[in-house]
DNA sequence: TTGAAAATATTGAATATTCAACGATTGAAG
DNA sequence: CTTCAATCGTTGAATATTCAATATTTTCAA
């Protein structure tokens, strides 16, 4: 009697590929539309985050762009190469590193800012405006439940 | 007058951001496991690919996992000297590559797969079974909706 | 206060990925 | 038929990322 094979679980039901083909997919436009001004993503992301104004680390400059530290240490140098952040040490913690934004910086993030929402209201309109805010929420919960 | 400045859309609140952020934490998780048996995420999707036991050319499979081309010649280079897949010339089009799975290959795949479900499993635990199901159903309906 | 352990960022070597160019084969137009 | 463009996979060089080790500073226990 033949053994009664279970159909097995297709790769594009699994939640892992599922995230990784969207996010290659959005990243592809993002990126697409980052180049107009020769900027990769990650460098759109350092920018915005440090848009705020103040110093932050490394460390948690890694964390909130989804870098490790070796590979932000040489991004990093090459925006100081630019003239697009500076590093101040901490004067409260030696061993750290607070990043800054330049003015050149600040002008360069809003480009990249607005390049960013033609995205996003791009992705509004073909995708809709309902799914894709539930889609933020069920991504953020996962995160969150991930921790 | 001070300048009316509107609030900047924070980086957690873009969509490409969330995706990469779960992205990167689903994937993770998935490695640490997959790592039991010393293979890569990436070599998990080709087995699981090639487990139908129909021969996909390279075009294809690079397309189904998600790398481009010359990636997926190096990573299969190494996948052919660990005996886990093996290459046909296509007999109907001599410019393309069959790959198949091996024997060794198909024994990995069952072990491997059993790892993914475990994930899987985990996840549904802790985010629940409507919040994921939800979810797929929202990644599947983007990733369309952007061909 | 001292000394060991932890935290922080960087470096260099090893590894992996990407880009552009190539060789081989097929398709298709004249 | 012949030729020219397109497709397919691979290669080598350039680039980027990662891992392990390091230097510096801080923390904390003895």
Known sequence: MAKPTKANTPITEHLAYLLAQANREINRQLELRLSKEGVPVEQ????????????????????????????????????????????????NDRRKVLMFISDRGKVLSKKLNSLAVDQEEHILESYGDKSTSELKRLLESLIDSSN
């Open 44 to 91: 759109w992301r350092i920018l915005k985050v440090l848009s705020d104004g103040n110093g932050h680390s490394m460390g948690e400059l890694a964390d909130a762009v989804l870098l490790n530290h070796p590979t932000l240490t040489k991004m990093i140098d090459r925006m100081v190469s630019d003239t697009l952040v500076y590093r101040v040490q901490d004067p």
